[in-house]
């Protein structure tokens, strides 16, 4: 059974980082694409970023290219989220998500499998 945790949530002034972890179960992280994801109160749950791993293939949002970066380690079947240079409309909760697959997936139906999420909120 496949299943990802996320952590490393929390509050943070504007202008600062922190780091998610993803860590998945029950699969083997070469096949999976992993991805992150977004949703603040009363939005739609956006696309932030994805990393594949059989191409070694890594996109990203618009808004968040040059400040987040996606990385993992296989070893540990773990992907993380370094955030820098955080915003006020980075406030959101962060999920995780795996699907089986070869390339990159940027939409949230392309994956099957999802984490609880890890609430974010950068204070101005």
């Known amino acids: 059974q496949v299943r990802v945790v996320e952590s490393g949530g929390g509050l943070v002034q504007a202008g600062g980082s922190l780091r998610l972890s993803c860590a998945a179960s029950?699969?083997?992280?070469?096949?999976?694409?992993m991805g992150w994801f977004r949703q603040a109160p009363g939005k739609e749950r956006e696309f932030v970023a994805t990393?594949?791993?059989?191409?070694?293939?890594?996109y990203y949002a618009d808004s968040v290219k040059g400040r987040f970066t996606i990385s993992g380690d296989s070893a540990k079947n773990t992907v993380y989220l370094q955030m820098n240079s955080l915003k006020p409309e980075d406030t959101a909760v962060y999920y995780c998500?795996?699907?089986?697959?070869?390339?990159?997936?940027?939409?949230?139906?392309?994956?099957?499998?999802w984490g609880q999420g890890t609430q974010v909120t950068v204070s101005s």
């Open positions: 998500a795996a699907d089986y697959r070869s390339s990159i997936a940027t939409m949230k139906d392309e994956y099957g499998y």
């Open positions: 990393i594949n791993w059989s191409g070694k293939s890594i």
């Open positions: 029950g699969l083997s992280f070469r096949r999976y694409t």
